[in-house]
Structures are given as C-alpha cells and as structure tokens.
C-alpha cells in the first residue's frame, strides 16, 4: 500500500519559512519524480515545484522562484519544500504527489499518488 505523509504545515506571519516534508512508503522512491502541488477552495489544484526521480530537473512555478525550494532524500524517501519569505498569496492546502516518470508533469491528472494535505496559512 503506498502512502504519502506530509507534515510541516502551519499558521506563520508573512515573511517567516516554512519546510514541509513528505515521506513516502510502498513503492520505489526513486523511480518517480515528487512535486509538490498546493489548492485554495473555488480554484484548481497546481503546481508548487517539481523534482525528477534522479539528476538536477527542477521545476518552479514562477511566482515560487527565488523563495522556494524543493529536495529530496532518496535514503529517507523524503521529499522538502522549504518555503521562505512567504505571502498571504501562498496561503493554500498543499500536496506532495508521486508519478512514475523521470520527468516532472505539470497536470495533476498524470500523478498516481497524493498525500492527504497540509495547511498552509500566511497572515499579513
């Protein structure tokens, strides 16, 4: 059975960090890219950054760049986003999610496996 836990979500100020972490269990952690997707109510989930199974492919949305970051352990079966200088507009659920590809998808519908969320919000 394959799980996804994330943790690390929180009520912050705007400016602080954050660093979420998702750990994986149930299948071959290096066989799938790990992104990490966040969804406000009323909107479609998206793309928060990306990270292939292996080597340096990275994705950031654009409005991210600079601020956040996204890691993984392969050892721990781990995924990271560390979030700084954060704005009331990141305020969202976020997901960590698996899909069996080298290469980062941006579309949700491509990944197998989500985590059950973590809430993020940033107060101005």
């Known amino acids: 059975q394959v799980q996804l836990v994330e943790s690390g979500g929180g009520l912050v100020q705007a400016g602080d960090s954050l660093r979420l972490s998702c750990t994986a269990s149930g299948l071959t952690f290096t066989s799938y890219a790990m992104s990490w997707f966040r969804q406000v109510p009323g909107k479609d989930r998206e793309i928060v950054a990306g990270i292939g199974s292996s080597g340096p492919n990275i994705y950031y949305r654009n409005s991210v760049k600079g601020r956040f970051t996204i890691s993984r352990d392969n050892d721990k079966k781990t995924v990271y986003l560390q979030m700084n200088s954060l704005e009331p507009e990141d305020t969202a659920v976020y997901y960590c999610?698996?899909?069996?590809?080298?290469?980062?998808?941006?579309?949700?519908?491509?990944?197998?496996?989500w985590g059950q969320g973590t809430q993020v919000t940033v107060s101005s």
């Open positions: 999610a698996a899909d069996l590809s080298r290469v980062i998808t941006l579309s949700p519908r491509a990944y197998q496996y």
